[in-house]
């Protein structure tokens, strides 16, 4: 008891380092207040110190990780750098001085992680400046004419009028998703010519100067963004859609071997596990695809991206993949659910079904790779024609499930008078239910997988036409041909 | 043949009008070319009108349908419109004169449509200028001792250090989601004084004016924006959230049954369809929950909530709500599927599924009742047992519905011989459960929803505790302790 209440008096202050191992602070009584005092200034340091320590190397594993981003990080250093050096030594370059910071703010405020965003600010800034500009000469112009009270009302009031004009368009979503920072931009400049308070002549100057140094600003911008290691839009969103499908795949894949292979030893296992959940990042992706589909629009044509590149297709493919991945949501929490079914009817449907769901995963795969390869592919009419023969024999299966309970006589002792037959084979057919319905909710829910699966792989095949991939060679184009007609007819296999 | 011909040289040119109406521009084959090229010019000029028409149609409907958009604009058109007025009339304030644009850029990039926001790039932008300029101002002081040439090493050195520091802060994600803003003005300003080459008395002139200037814009906006009606980033949230709670439980409550009153002419009526897919708005809303959170945390206390209201717990309930809706997603398009099921199975469980998927939206109602007032509910933990006791009920019901097809004679023949018997049975329960599987997959699902909104209900009540819920008054709080003593174990009835 006394030894009890010792443990629980001698409180030990741990503190985690790094490595994982703790160090214990054990207090020593005789110290007295002063070391008590000490002690928990040296953990308030040392938990500070961690948690700078811990934020770094975050950090340091982010950079180590994305090589890329450290890259951009770079480059922006770089870009001001230049910019800043050519203004500090300004004698040689007098006509732009005074103008100077507009060049160092278009970089910092322009100069983005991709190429697309970089030139979509850059085109924003260049036109809204100078429509902004165009129009505040054409009032202050007008507005010369008359007194200088008239002139502080007319203004005030085309600043009001304008400002919120363009605010509002900011909120239309076309505007909003190509234009928003031309709005901005324009505002500003819009505002800064009325307040500055020129003479025309001095504002022509003015505009002039600016100008310029907005296009210095926006194209060492431009280059340094397009020469070293870019960064396209366009070939990220394409990365990501590939990337995903293939995370798609697996997850579908592992979600069905995991729900027959249980008893394997298969749950639990860490990396199996990510592969899983793996359709939660294509859940997610949804914002980064609309931004990155919004920033490709403004690329030139880049390693096999045209400049019209269909990039609203793969929206819509990213919108299909989503589809698919919340049926797999639901796939999952229903192979995750405490439903228990009895080994023999999981046996007896488990082949079919792991094939169904190699075979849709396999369609996946082949349209990744399509994308991947930007090359029509020979063998996804096939890969859809297999696909939809699995789902037939997961049919086939699942009807004659059935049998199992009701024809063999180990399974259940067959009772002696015929009331009692009808009772009990009744009870053994609800029985028998209850262990198919989770089966049964698996299968339709891969049924459903394999509908929206067509869905990707006509938005893939519409894909390869608007942007025109290439057919593989004859060869395989051949081989297409022969073992088209082996596919049955889709749309009739597709439902029961 | 030959009116067929004349047929299809004569195309005729449509003009598609603004009500719906066409008016067509028939050739006059005696005009020639001059009449032509005035009706194609005719056709130009009236389809920029109208796309430019449809466009402000489509503006106008916006500003009628959301008012607050349109008050925002002019809050912005005032604050320009205050601060430019301000500047233009410098001579009452020469001292802040040079540096008015400061001001004016203050207003334009800081004003936001919620307090929040505002707040946040407020604090964002005096911060970051205040420690950009320290630091800069240090290193001058320091570079300056030097001549001219290690001067400009030092400061093209620096810039290039802290930019590149400074923007690789802004992907690590915690500084992004607060933070982003600052770092940008923080690169900003340190370059933009690395570039002045002022001397140190002259920078700290500078440094004074460019602080009370963005002093000035920032309390101006802070201003205007929390006393002119003010949208709060936090109450949006709150709203939002109960309003999609609602959507939801209309959307789980429609589908049911839609799928069981289909042949009563439910379907297809354009008010119910947008009820059924308002789920979609849950699943498409976790960007502007994110972003919402991220500012409310920023602001003061307001309405009903306080200044450290627990906004993380919203994007909890909002992403369990997701949970939700994935598999109403997933139910939906089991309804939608073609599996024709027969109306006898569908009716002997239509009303006890009807029951579950009603009880569930009382609940999610509920839920959107204790968020809209803020008080705890007293009717909740009813409601959940009355849920659970629909979906025990659901069960039994499924579970009966095999003695539908053995027992019954009028529904299947008594065969002659007991082989034919035997095999006639199995036909037949496989014909029932090819029937059942549906309304299996229907109940599995409607179970796994019931268990999520479970999740939901504590998520609910764990918020109600962070942000101290008022409880109801006394005589429900006693109705609610006697009907406590009625739910069963919940974590039993959950599943079989």
């Not at 020593?28 to 040392?46: D, E, N």
């Not at 500090?88 to 006509?95: C, F, G, I």
């Not at 049924?447 to 290439?470: N, T």
Request: net charge neutral.
């Amino acid at each position: 008891m006394a030894q009890e209440k010792e443990a629980i008096g001698a409180m030990e202050w741990k503190i985690k380092m790094a490595g994982g191992s703790s160090e214990s602070l054990a207090p020593t009584r005789a110290r007295g207040c002063p070391g008590i005092a000490w002690l928990a200034l040296k953990g308030l340091v040392v938990g500070l110190v961690m948690k700078v320590w811990n934020f770094l190397k975050k950090a340091w594993d982010m950079g180590h990780n994305e090589p890329r981003k450290v890259i951009h990080c770079l480059k922006v250093g770089v870009a001001l750098t230049v910019v800043s050096l050519f203004y500090a030594m300004r004698p040689l370059y007098k006509d732009v001085g005074g103008n100077a910071i507009w060049a160092v703010m278009t970089v910092v405020v322009v100069f983005e992680n991709t190429v697309g965003a970089t030139l979509s600010k850059s085109i924003n800034r260049i036109f809204g400046t100078f429509l902004a500009g165009f129009l505040a000469i054409g009032i202050h112009c007008i507005a010369d004419r008359f007194g200088k009270d008239i002139e502080h009302f007319i203004t005030g009031f085309s600043v009001f009028l304008l400002a919120s004009a363009a605010t509002f368009s900011r909120f239309i979503p076309s505007v909003k998703a190509r234009f928003d920072y031309g709005a901005m931009i324009f505002i500003l400049t819009f505002s800064l010519i009325s307040v500055s308070g020129y003479q025309v002549d001095q504002l022509f100057d003015l505009a002039k100067h600016r100008m310029s140094t907005i296009i210095i600003g926006t194209s060492l911008c431009i280059v340094i963004t397009m020469i070293i290691c870019p960064i396209w839009a366009g070939e990220e969103l394409h990365m990501l859609i590939t990337r995903n499908m293939e995370t798609l795949a697996n997850s579908l894949d592992g979600c069905v071997a995991d729900y027959f292979n249980n008893s394997g030893g298969f749950a639990g296992d860490k990396e199996s596990d990510n592969k899983l959940l793996g359709y939660k990042c294509v859940l997610g992706s949804k914002a980064t695809e609309e931004s990155m589909a919004n920033f490709a629009r403004w690329e030139p044509a880049h390693g096999r991206f045209n400049f019209l590149h269909p990039w609203k297709q793969y929206l819509k493919i990213g919108a299909l993949m989503r589809d698919c991945a919340y049926c797999i949501e639901a796939l999952n929490s229903c192979v995750n659910s405490e439903n228990e079914v009895s080994e023999l009817t999981k046996t007896h449907i488990s082949n079919t079904a792991i094939k169904v769901s190699s075979d849709s995963s396999m369609v996946i795969k082949e349209l990744a790779r399509t994308m991947k390869t930007m090359k029509k592919s020979s063998a996804i009419d096939l890969l859809v024609g297999e696909m939809n023969n699995s789902v037939l024999e997961l049919q086939e299966d699942l009807k004659s499930l059935p049998k199992l309970f009701i024809n063999p006589q180990p399974l259940l002792q067959e009772p002696e008078s015929p009331e009692n037959n009808n009772k009990t084979k009744a009870e053994a057919a609800a029985v028998a239910l209850m262990d198919i319905i989770p089966l049964g909710t698996l299968t339709s829910l891969l049924i459903e997988i394999v509908a929206r699966i067509e869905g990707m792989v006509s938005a893939v095949q519409e894909l390869a036409k608007l942007a025109e991939f290439k057919a593989v060679g004859d060869r395989k184009a051949n081989q297409n041909q022969t073992t088209n007609k082996v596919i049955p007819d889709q749309s009739a296999l597709q439902r029961v």
